[in-house]
């Protein structure tokens, strides 16, 4: 018996032995994270999270925003690559970013047979505020199937990935559906060229067995963060971007239909109620009094402590043509303009096809249709 064991023991090393020998090395080159190393962060960046970004698979041009005038003529990057993967000019080699110049980095796979060019460079920061969703591209959902994403231009001509839609955890419960089945999909007859289309819609099977039977289209600035999207919703949309100016008024042009059945989260029609849009910008205090970020989220987005100014469209009244809005920001706390052009406060820009979508209450249908938004603006000198 013992002899069978190490028999036994022999064969089974040996299949993980050859198991072992047989994996490939990896084919994949990319950059997932790049960080600046300074002794002093403040000296470029507004904050210190400033010196970390993650990069995502389909970036090729990383971009830092610093300070006006911050000296980057000898700054070392390091990067986190994919495993086994080399890169060039090494990791952590001093380099010369001033006057708007880009390096180009290198990354080469494990197995040595591919490669990815990356420019990397260091731009002055300034916000964006006209947002007339032109800029968008089909990604591949982890579940299959394609989506809608969408992005802005920086005065400079960099690209922002400031737009965030609640269509990553749509791909979850509805992985088959087409790009136009999507709560939040491209709208081709926008008031000027493209538009964005906001759609309530049935999240199938899936959705009712976790209780979330409806996704209302959203679209807002900020982040989606899908690992929440079926376990605690309300937290997985981060609302708000750095904004360095007072905003003043929120401007646009809408279209709304609403659905015609208003159900409540258990899939029950509620009788005589009409389903409403949702339409609103947010401006806040990023950091608390002990220097800790703040971000809101979908339970806090409208009451949260920070929040000095909300522009609102009291009801977004259905209207199968275009229709302009023009809503002003109302004040309830003064603004520090130290904080303000140090990037201490952000803005977030929402809207969604049913304003009690956060709750999975809403009407099938619902359908509201946006573009050449504005916010407007006024510079505080510090």
């Known amino acids: 018996m013992n002899r069978f064991k190490l028999y036994l023991a022999v064969a089974v090393c040996s299949v993980f032995t050859s198991c072992f020998k047989d994996e490939p090395l990896n084919a994949e080159c990319d950059i997932e994270q790049v960080y600046v190393h300074l002794s002093d962060p403040s000296s470029v960046f507004f904050n210190a999270g400033d010196t970390l970004l993650t990069v995502s698979s389909d970036v090729q041009r990383i971009v830092f925003r610093k300070k006006d005038n911050a000296d980057v003529s000898r700054l070392a990057l390091w990067f986190r690559l994919t495993e086994g993967a080399t890169i060039t000019p090494t990791n952590g080699s001093v380099q010369d970013f001033s006057d708007d110049r880009e390096v180009t980095y290198r990354v080469t796979s494990q197995d040595g047979q591919w490669h990815r060019d990356y420019q990397v460079c260091f731009r002055t920061y300034d916000p964006v505020s006209r947002f007339d969703f032109e800029h968008f591209r089909l990604v591949n959902g982890n579940n299959g199937g394609q989506y809608y994403v969408w992005s802005d231009l920086y005065p400079d001509g960099t690209e922002v990935a400031n737009w965030a839609t609640g269509n990553p955890g749509f791909n979850i419960s509805c992985g088959s559906a087409l790009p136009e089945e999507y709560p939040t999909s ?83 029609t509620v009788a005589a109620k009409v389903d409403k849009a949702s339409v609103y910008a947010v401006f806040y205090r990023n950091k608390d009094k002990d220097g800790h970020d703040v971000m809101l989220y979908g339970d806090d987005v409208m009451t949260n402590a920070h929040i000095v100014a909300v522009a609102r469209m009291a009801e977004v009244s259905p209207a199968t043509e275009w229709t302009h809005f ?39 249908g619902s359908t509201l249709c946006i573009d050449e938004v504005n916010v407007e603006w006024e510079e505080v000198e510090p």
Request: glycine fraction near 12%; hydrophobic fraction near 35%.
């Open 186 to 268: 491209l709208l081709d007859a926008g008031y000027e060229g493209h538009g964005v289309k906001l759609t309530t819609r049935s999240t199938g099977p899936l959705g009712a067995m976790v209780g979330r039977r409806i996704a209302a289209g959203n679209l807002f600035l900020g982040y989606f963060d899908v690992s929440k999207a079926l376990t605690n919703t309300l937290k997985a949309t981060h609302f708000g971007l750095p904004f360095s100016r007072k905003p003043l008024r929120f401007t646009g042009w809408y279209k709304y239909t609403p659905g015609d059945n208003y159900q409540d989260a258990n899939g029950k």
């Open 326 to 364: 023009d809503i002003p920001f109302v004040y309830s706390q003064e603004i520090d303009a130290d904080a303000l052009n140090s990037l201490g406060y952000n803005l977030a820009v929402v809207f969604s096809s049913s304003e009690d979508g956060d709750l999975f209450c809403g009407a099938i």
